[in-house]
């Protein structure tokens, strides 16, 4: 793309005909015409794999693809790796829901324990 100034910007383009229900012959549609993009991002709401592992078998452009496996987690990298053309998987909301349990279950500690004293152990001064 012409209009990129910084070498570090990365374009992902996404196609959501398979959330859509459209079909893989739909999906590779647009993503084929996605002139420009570094990356073709593809998504299902299956609960396994076989669609996504399906488009990337079918998919025959050079950009490669970027996979969000959050309908269906079971799936490994090692696994992703023999598609051959996925070149990121993006797991980006594990950290915030992890996050938010601790917080919960100290938020429930509190309440239980009457008080921060059994929660405050191991927190610096101040924090």
């Known amino acids: 793309m012409t209009a990129r100034s910084d070498g570090d910007f990365l374009v992902i383009a996404r196609t959501e005909a398979l959330i859509a229900s459209l079909g893989e012959a739909e999906a590779l549609l647009p993503a084929r015409a996605e002139a420009g993009a570094d990356m073709i991002l593809i998504h299902s709401k299956r609960t ?3 669609e996504i592992e399906s488009f990337s078998r079918a998919w025959t452009g050079a950009v490669p693809l970027v996979i969000v496996p959050n309908a269906y987690p079971d799936i ?3 696994r992703v790796k023999t598609l051959g053309n996925v070149s990121m998987m993006i797991s980006g909301n594990y950290g915030i829901r992890a996050a938010a ?3 919960q279950e100290t938020s429930r500690r509190i ?9 405050y152990t191991g ?3 101040g924090g």
């Open 111 to 119: 309440i239980a324990d009457g008080g921060v004293q059994k929660v």
């Open 101 to 103: 349990n601790a917080m």
């Open 48 to 50: 396994n794999p076989s």
């Open 123 to 125: 927190y610096s001064a």
């Open 76 to 78: 490994e990298s090692k």
